[in-house]
């Protein structure tokens, strides 16, 4: 008898069978590469979709914030506004802004005035995100409209309203104080008398259109609780302080971290508001660094100077949050 060799096993009867070793001929979606790590094809698509974006985001502020920089180091007046010459002083502007009394000051006051905002901010917007919860479904709707609509309102069209309901003559607040009979405040003058009072006003108008925003995210994060942790601190009796302070806070820290910085960012540059109310005054009493800059390079025609004012405040910014997203990563609240 002829003794016949079993053939090796090929194709399906091989996947039937034992499994077969890779060979080169084999055109699987991966290949092993010579030290047998398998090699993927790289997926540009995402990348060729964000482009677009990407160039525009580029195009609207990368191109500025150059310009910036460039005219920070430069003499830039009138002069060479209309001669079209270039004169370049180095860090001379630098150097007046941070010798200038003027300038520290409303750093100061940008600083203490967007703590004040942050603090107002996430306390009426937390109280407001937990009365939301308590309420019916038809209420909150109605109350969540109203806050979209706050929220939706142009800076400018919120600080002519409040311009108006705090007017020296007419003005909605100074009527009602005096009809409750709280003074005679008919003619009073909440933003051209004192800086503080203006602060206040200015203060309380941010708030209210910053709180819609951080209170339906607080409300969106506390759907997302789970209640029963709730439940089970009740049963080891926290009260309503303590449910607060170990489950509320602590569920929502990533989202208010988020809000925080969010607001250090906003706050810091408020522009309009401020200057449709007081214009930096009372005698330079609400001045911020986005108002100096502003008075320093389009009253004065310094725009060298208000270039390099607004670099100090961007780098101010920057530093804040950068601190602030590296405290909320070491905790593990962001990753």
Not at 63 to 85: C, G, M, N, W
Not at 282 to 301: K, L, R
Request: net charge positive; glycine share 8%.
């Amino acid at each position: 008898m002829v003794a016949i060799e079993p053939k090796p096993l090929t194709g399906a009867s091989a996947r039937r069978g034992r499994p077969i070793d890779p060979s080169p001929g084999d055109h699987g979606p991966a290949r092993r590469g010579p030290v047998g790590r398998l090699r993927t094809r790289f997926d540009w698509m995402p990348y060729w979709l964000l482009a677009p974006s990407a160039v525009l985001v580029v195009l609207l502020v990368g191109y500025p914030i150059v310009r910036l920089f460039e005219t920070s180091f430069q003499v830039f007046d009138l002069a060479q506004l209309f001669s079209h010459k270039t004169i370049w002083n180095g860090v001379d502007n630098y150097k007046t802004i941070f010798t200038s009394t003027s300038f520290w000051d409303s750093v100061l006051r940008t600083v203490l005035f967007t703590g004040a905002c942050v603090v107002g901010t996430m306390v009426v917007g937390m109280a407001v995100a937990l009365m939301l919860g308590r309420l019916s479904k038809v209420v909150r709707g109605g109350l969540s409209i109203a806050l979209v609509l706050a929220w939706a309102m142009p800076p400018i069209s919120a600080a002519i309203v409040w311009q108006w309901l705090f007017a020296s003559q007419y003005g909605v607040v100074d009527w009602i104080l005096t009809e409750l009979h709280l003074g005679t405040l008919q003619s009073f003058d909440w933003t051209g008398q004192n800086a503080l009072l203006a602060f206040v006003v200015i203060t309380m108008m941010i708030v209210w259109q910053a709180v819609p925003f951080v209170a339906l995210s607080l409300y969106a994060g506390l759907t997302q609780v789970p209640q029963e942790l709730y439940e089970a601190a009740k049963v080891d009796g926290a009260g309503a302080w303590e449910l607060f302070r170990r489950v509320t806070v602590p569920m929502l820290s990533p989202i208010i971290g988020l809000l925080v910085i969010l607001s250090v960012v906003w706050d810091f540059n408020v522009f309009t508001q401020i200057w449709v109310l007081t214009q930096g005054g009372p005698n330079g009493g609400t001045e911020t660094i986005g108002i100096w800059s502003y008075v320093t390079a389009f009253t004065g025609s310094q725009f060298g100077l208000g270039a390099a004012a607004s670099v100090v405040s961007m780098i101010l910014v920057a530093i804040m949050s950068f601190y602030y997203v590296r405290i909320l990563v070491r905790s593990g609240e962001v990753r």
